[in-house]
Every structure is written in C-alpha cells, then in structure tokens.
Nanobody, 122 residues
Framework: QVQLVESGGGLVQAGASLRLSCLAS????????MGWFRQAPGKEREFVAA?????YYTDSVKGRFSISRDNAKNTVYLQMNSLKPEDTGVYYC??????????????????WGQGTQVTVSS
C-alpha cells in the first residue's frame, strides 16, 4: 500500500510560479513511477507529467513545468512556471508499479493522492 499526500497548491496570478510536492509512504519510493494529473472544473482528469526512468509532459506544459523526484525524501515535485489561467484545477499525484506502459494513461496508476487546488487568476 502507498499513501500519497500533495501540498503546495494555492491562488496565484498569471505568470507566477508554484511548486507542488507529493510525499509518498508505505512502499519503496524509488521503485514507483510517479505522475501528476489535473482536473479542471467540468472537465475530465488529464495527464500533466510523469517521471520514471525518463520524463514525460503533456504538450501544453512543456517548457513551463518540470517534474523531479528526491528518492531520499520520498517526494516528487512539480515545478510550475509561467502559470496560465488554463492551468487551474485540482492537481493529483499518482504512483504505479510499472515503469513501462503509457505514462499518460490514468488507468495504469495504482495509487492516488487527495489532490491540491491550483487557481491561476488572469
């Protein structure tokens, strides 16, 4: 079993930065592939970024967001720069056992955090 707890969300103006953190417990963190997803009001959950051996990003955040992990701290981060109003949503951290497969497919993730709200005002 893995527990995931996100933090770092908030209300910011367009152009600002935020760093989300996700603390994992319950299983050897280094063995997990980690991802970030988000869900905007009235929309389906969408993939944002993932990190296993490589990093993966959805096109809309490339060049602005960066995913990293610190295995010593059991934490994965999402650095978000140049935020836009369309980045608004609840951001979820997710973990899966398999490092292969489609990283953007939320059905492949085994564990989810409760989410943290990010609101970007124009």
């Amino acid at each position: 079993q893995v527990q995931l707890v996100e933090s770092g969300g908030g209300l910011v103006q367009a152009g600002a930065s935020l760093r989300l953190s996700c603390l994992a417990s319950g299983r050897t963190f280094s063995s997990l592939a980690m991802g970030w997803f988000r869900q905007a009001p009235g929309k389906e959950r969408e993939f944002v970024a993932a990190r296993a051996g490589s990093t993966y990003y959805t096109d809309s955040v490339k060049g602005r967001f960066s995913i990293s992990r610190d295995n010593a701290k059991n934490t994965v981060y999402l650095q978000m720069n140049s935020l836009k109003p369309e980045d608004t949503g609840v951001y979820y951290c997710a973990a899966k056992y398999e490092w292969s497969g489609i990283m953007s497919d939320d059905r492949q993730y085994n564990y989810w955090g409760q989410g943290t709200q990010v609101t970007v005002s124009s």
